[in-house]
C-alpha cells in the first residue's frame, strides 16, 4: 500500500449561528424540537453490532416538563457490562492497528455531520433532554463537539509528529501506542459535547471505549450513537452502556485490562472511583490513567477600578447561563463596597428581566434545572437563606416544580466570607455576593484563594494593570482557567485548553494534547545500522 506523510485538514472553530428572527437555522430547530418532542424514543445499549434491549426501562422526561415522557432508556444488568469489556477488547484487536489516518477520516466525517445534516437534531435533543436555551445548545452540541473532534485529530498528529533525535549510526523513533486495555469513559449531563468527546478522544488514539453517559442526557447520548455509526466507529470500539452506576463501575474497575478512566462529574464519585482504582491496583495489567474533571466554585472578584455595568453583565451570564449548571460557572463573588451599590442595580435590573420556561420559546433565557433532585437541593438552600442572619436575598428567590423544574435566578448576598453559599458547590442559578472594605482588596484575593476546595474557573476584573496583576500571581493556584475582565465561563477547544486542579480535578485539559496524551503508551524504538562487534572500549587498552 502506498504511503505518504499526511496533512489532516486545518481545525478551525464551528462557526455559531445566531438563531435570530427569520434565519432559516430557527425554523428549522423549531421544526425539528416539535417532532423529536413527540416522539418516544427507545434508547437501546451498544455493545458491539448489537442494540440490546433489556426490558428494564426508565422514563425520559424534559426537566420542563417533568410530566411529559420522550421516551425510555434500557438499563444493562452485570451480564451486559462484562459483554461490553469483552466486546471492547475483541475490537482492540483490528482498531488499535488501523493507520491513524483512517481513524482521522472517521472522527472528521462526525464532526461533519453533526455540522450538517445532525445539527438540529443534536440541538434539539439537547434542548429537550437538558433544557437548554438554543444557544446554549448550539455552542455545546453543534460547535463545541465539532471543535472536540477536528482540533483533536490535529492534535494527534502534532503529537506523532515529536520524535527524539538520532546520533550517527542509529536511528530513534517514537510510536504512540493506544493503551492495553480498555478505557471507561463518564460522562455528565450538563455538556453534550463532554459526552461525545471522552469516549472519542481515547478512541482518536487507538482505544476501546465502554462508555456511561449520565442518565439525564439520553437524549443526545442516542444520536451521538447515531452519528458514530453513520460516521464508520467500528462496533465495539465505543461501546454505550446504562444503568446502576455502582455496579457498573464496579464491574469495570474489576478488569485486569481496565486501562484508564476518563470522566466528568462530581468530585465526591472521582474520588470514590480513584479509591476503587487504588484498592484493584494488583490486579490490573498496567497503571491505569485516571483522568477527571470534576466540580467548581468559581469565582468573580473585582476590584475598586472596575467597570461596573461589565462586572454585572459577567455575574448574570457567568451565574446564570443554563440555569448555572456548568462546571465553571459563577457562584461566588466579591465586590468593592464603592461599587457595590451600582453593580447591584445592574445585576437587578438584568434579573429580573430574565424570561424563563420552556427551550421551546426561543425568546427565553433561562430554563429549569435538570431533575427533582437538583431542584430539592438548591430550594433547601434559598429556605435557608431565610432563617440566617449572615445572609439576604436581593432578587429572585422563588421556585416551583409543579410543571417542570424552575427555580428563579437567584442572588444572595451575605456579611461572611464563608457563609456556606460561598463555600458549598450548589450546580444551580444561585450565586453569593461578599461584599469587602476596598482597602482590603489584597486580603480579600488571600481569602478566595482559601475559601474553597476547589480549583476550576475564576476570573478578576480591574482597571488597574497592576493590580490585575497582583491578583494573577495570588491566584495562580485558584483556577485552572483564569479570566482577566471576562466571565469565567465559555471556554472554546482550541483557544482555551478547559480543567482545574485541586478538588476540582487532574487538570489535563480537554480539548488540547495535554488530554490526548493520557490515551497513549509512547514505545522507544532505536535501530542500529551497523552493530558493535566488540566489547571492548578504547579506554580499556594498555
Known sequence: MGKGFF?????????????????PEREEVLLTYKELYNTKVDVPLYIGSEEIRTGKTASINPPHDHKHECGVYHLA?????EQAIETALEARKKWAKLEWEQRAAVFLKAADLISGPYRQKMNAATMIGQSKTIFQAEIDSAAEICDFLRFNVEYMTELYNEQPNSSDGCWNRVEYRPLEGFVYAVTPFNFTAIAGNLPSSAALMGNVAVWKPSDSQMLSAQVLMEVFKEAGVPDGVI????????MITDTVLKSPDFAGIHYTGSTEVF??????????????KSYPRIVGETGGKDFIIAHPTSNPKQVATAITRGAFEFQGQKCSAASRVYLP?????????????????IKMGSPEDL???????????SFDKLASYIDKVEEDDAAEIVVGGKYDKSVGYFVEPTV??????????????????????????DEKWEETLHTVDNTSAYALTGAIFSGDRYEAAKATDIL???????????????????????????????????????????????RLIKETFVPATDYKYPFMKE
Open 7 to 23: 496533512h489532516v485538514p486545518k481545525a478551525v472553530n464551528e462557526p455559531v449561528k445566531t438563531y435570530a428572527p427569520g434565519t
Open 77 to 81: 444488568e452485570k451480564k451486559h457490562i
Open 239 to 246: 461501546n454505550m452502556v446504562m444503568g446502576d452506576p455502582e
Open 271 to 284: 474520588k470514590n472511583i480513584w479509591a476503587k482504582i487504588g484498592n484493584n491496583i494488583h490486579t490490573y
Open 337 to 353: 463596597k464603592s461599587l457595590w451599590p451600582e453593580i447591584k442595580d445592574f445585576v437587578v435590573e438584568d434579573v429580573k428581566s
Open 363 to 373: 425568546t427565553n433565557f433561562f430554563t429549569a434545572v435538570i431533575h427533582e433532585r
Open 412 to 437: 444572595i448576598l451575605t456579611t461572611d466570607p464563608h457563609y456556606t453559599t460561598m463555600e458549598t458547590e450548589l450546580f444551580g442559578p444561585i450565586v453569593t455576593i461578599y461584599v469587602y472594605e
Open 476 to 522: 495562580q493556584n485558584a483556577a485552572g482557567n483564569f479570566y482577566i475582565n471576562d466571565k469565567p465561563t465559555g471556554a472554546v477547544v482550541g483557544q482555551q485548553p478547559f480543567g482545574g486542579a485541586r478538588a476540582s480535578g487532574t487538570n489535563d485539559k480537554a480539548g488540547s494534547k495535554l488530554n490526548l496524551m493520557r490515551w497513549i503508551s509512547p
